[in-house]
């Protein structure tokens, strides 16, 4: 009954996200309900289960969630964002429509623009050339999922999306960690989406399927003569990769903060200090990421500076509260009967060999299970995080590889339809799930298949 249970919570839970019902709302109702077949007191599961790993998940990434948000809506505010967009799209013609926006959502990713910005900076312009290439509208979700849901947000080394921060703090290591193993993956993912994208426009006009009429959600494109010019929108992307990689590999290993972190009042473990140094360079390059983005056009900050940061701020907060009600489900379960049989058979995979198929296994499920990369994920370091390193040091596989490898899972089964990221996708390009989940799903395949297929490879020619 406790399996049925977790099936049955799951199964609501995916069914009313698809129909546009907050998560928020329903995660912990379907909580409950699994916590019920298993015979849990139901109030007691919510206060003291429920809601406290709710909270601890916020406490941790609440930071990285609002910088993120309003460095984004700092790029956009200054027009850094649209001027990115709007010359790669321009350089590239409408001929490479698709690897336009692929290429316009990965650059702001990586920068660290949030997902969500991401998908509403580069989705007016994905519909415009979309049109004026006649390539259909359905294909524009699964085109921005490439670009920002995919290699960028957790196989390329160096991006600072939460999901490859995550790890850190379990495996003492770095946004770089696994370079061959990371940008292997990430040619995988960037060439075998576009071709599969490629194929799905040829089939589409082939059979005479063009854009489409009556649309919900067309943007309005006008001229705007104030944006800044791509050579200086390009300065607080880079600054918050250069300040990030400077601060974690040169300023902070030579900073000696041993005595007086591991005191009262802050009594941070020695193991949590490489973690926590880690969170802090990023917190750093955020905020002066921001503070270059709202310089480059003083003229439009000036004027809007508080309402930018508001809307950051607020999306901020439904972005980390959706996430952390996710994270606050898939908690619930975990501590039930019938997932302990599940964790042990997740865990128990290749146990004579590298852990790092056990950990890829768990990180998709629970991910799945949570409809979030860094929750699934969350949840599967802290139940398994110091067995995974153990049983990596016995078998001489590199914490590096752990940290990539359970980044890259969390990007895998993440995007099912109860996905906060794809519910605001699809809701952004005025689409539903029955028009275009078909191609998302395809990607999030790839994204899956690519991680155990470079985890095959490395077990045969031993990269890092």
Known sequence: MAV???????????FMAYKGFSVIFFAPIFALLAALFSGMALLPTYTEIFLPNLG????????????????GKAMEQSGSAKSIAK?????????????????????LTYGGVSLFVVAFAVYPFAASIFKEADIPKRLIPATIALGAFSFTMDSLPGTPQIQNTIPMKYFNTDLYAAPVFGTLGSIILLVGGIFYLEWRKRSAQAAGEG?????????????????PPMWISIIPLASVLIITLVLQKIIFPNWDILSWVTQKPYSLSKEGIVGSMNNWALIIALIIGSII????????????????INAGAIGSLLAVMNTASEVGFGNVIKTLPGFKSIANALININPNGSPLL??????????????????????VLDMFGKKYAEWAANTGISPELLHRVASMASGGMDTLPHNGAVITLLGISGLTHKQSYKDI??????KAGTCFLLIFLQSIFHFI
């Open 358 to 379: 056990s950990e890829a296994v768990s990180v998709n499920v629970l991910s799945g299970v949570t409809g979030s990369a860094s929750g699934g994920m969350s949840i």
């Open 293 to 308: 983005a709202f310089c480059i056009n003083i003229k439009s900050s000036r004027n809007n500076l508080a309402k930018a």
């Open 211 to 227: 854009y489409g009429t009556n649309h919900k959600n067309e943007p309005s494109l006008s001229d705007d003569e104030n944006i």
């Open 4 to 14: 049925i249970g977790i099936i049955l919570s799951l199964a609501l839970l995916i």
């Open 56 to 71: 601890n998940y916020v406490k941790i990434y609440f930071p990285f969630f609002l910088l993120g948000a309003v460095f």
């Open 441 to 446: 799903f395809a990607v999030t395949l790839l």
């Open 87 to 107: 010359t790669i799209v321009g350089k590239l013609g409408k001929d490479k429509a698709i690897f336009s926006v692929v290429l316009s959502a990965a650059i």
